[in-house]
């Protein structure tokens, strides 16, 4: 499917692995100049090595506050402007909570909530003035649901998805739209430890009404959906992937 967004210009973070690969490659495939950002410049090779004209690549620590506001500037220097945000990057300690520290805490929290926080205003700063702009969040259903020994990551998911809802109610008459993506299980390194062992594997499918775990590749459309003009009158929305897991009774 066409979404017609050739020539638009994206950042996608955490685009090593995972989510982030696939969706940077599928704005890719639309035509999108992207500009990936991870924290190894090694790890984004084999990414830009799919796609180098449309595909750039970027170093950067998501602790790192000035990184994060230089890179919308760097998407401008590079492609001349920027019209798509996908915040991506995010870690997810599993820690119960009485024995969690609390610099860990923190750092969840900087990584998963702060630092898109401030891509979307140095970013928002260009698309406010240009009248228009996509921004999208990857949250995850624990911060629907919530899960244990997950507290920090659950928390901050759900501050993203709270976030995306406030900037959208902000941002909407400027021609800005923000929403989510709250993706469930996928196969993806993060459920390395789920795959590998067909005991857990067979569990964790079984709370899952589709009975099975998502592909990475079966975020793209959607990302390529909210990245679109096709998307113009959709803002402050949670696009749950999961599957019907968070649905169920």
């Given at each position: 499917m066409d979404f017609q967004l050739a020539g638009k210009v994206a950042i996608v973070t955490g685009a090593s692995r995972g989510l982030g690969y696939q969706m940077a490659l599928a704005l890719a495939g639309q035509g999108v100049k992207v500009l990936a950002v991870a924290r190894s410049i090694d790890d984004l090779k084999d990414l830009q090595l799919r796609d180098p004209e449309r595909i750039a690549v970027s170093q950067c620590d998501m602790l790192d506050a000035a990184a994060v506001e230089a890179l919308p500037e760097q998407a401008r220097e590079l492609f001349g402007s920027i019209d798509i945000v996908v915040n991506n990057a995010g870690?997810?300690?599993?820690?119960?909570?009485?024995q969690q520290d609390f610099d860990e805490w923190q750092r969840v929290f900087?990584?998963?909530?702060?630092?898109?926080?401030?891509?979307?205003?140095?970013a928002g700063e260009h698309m406010v003035a240009q009248g228009s702009g996509k921004i999208i969040n990857v949250a995850s259903?624990?911060?629907?649901?919530?899960?244990a020994s997950l507290a920090a990551y659950s928390s901050s998911k759900g501050?993203?998805?709270q976030f995306t809802k406030a900037l959208a109610a902000e941002w909407a008459?400027?021609?800005v739209q923000v929403n989510a993506i709250a993706p469930g299980a996928f196969k993806t390194d993060a459920q390395s430890k789920v795959m590998e062992s067909p005991e857990i594997l067979k569990r964790r499918v079984g709370k899952i009404p589709a009975r099975?775990?998502?592909e990475s590749s079966e975020i793209g459309a959607l990302t390529c959906y909210?990245?679109?003009a096709q998307s113009d009158f959709v803002t402050g929305s949670v696009m749950v992937i999961d599957g019907g897991?968070?649905?169920k009774l």
């Amino acid at each position: 499917m066409d979404f017609q967004l050739a020539g638009k210009v994206a950042i996608v973070t955490g685009a090593s692995r995972g989510l982030g690969y696939q969706m940077a490659l599928a704005l890719a495939g639309q035509g999108v100049k992207v500009l990936a950002v991870a924290r190894s410049i090694d790890d984004l090779k084999d990414l830009q090595l799919r796609d180098p004209e449309r595909i750039a690549v970027s170093q950067c620590d998501m602790l790192d506050a000035a990184a994060v506001e230089a890179l919308p500037e760097q998407a401008r220097e590079l492609f001349g402007s920027i019209d798509i945000v996908v915040n991506n990057a995010g870690i997810a300690p599993a820690t119960p909570f009485l024995q969690q520290d609390f610099d860990e805490w923190q750092r969840v929290f900087a990584v998963n909530v702060t630092a898109p926080a401030i891509l979307c205003r140095a970013a928002g700063e260009h698309m406010v003035a240009q009248g228009s702009g996509k921004i999208i969040n990857v949250a995850s259903t624990s911060g629907i649901l919530g899960k244990a020994s997950l507290a920090a990551y659950s928390s901050s998911k759900g501050a993203v998805l709270q976030f995306t809802k406030a900037l959208a109610a902000e941002w909407a008459k400027f021609g800005v739209q923000v929403n989510a993506i709250a993706p469930g299980a996928f196969k993806t390194d993060a459920q390395s430890k789920v795959m590998e062992s067909p005991e857990i594997l067979k569990r964790r499918v079984g709370k899952i009404p589709a009975r099975r775990m998502a592909e990475s590749s079966e975020i793209g459309a959607l990302t390529c959906y909210l990245a679109s003009a096709q998307s113009d009158f959709v803002t402050g929305s949670v696009m749950v992937i999961d599957g019907g897991e968070s649905s169920k009774l």
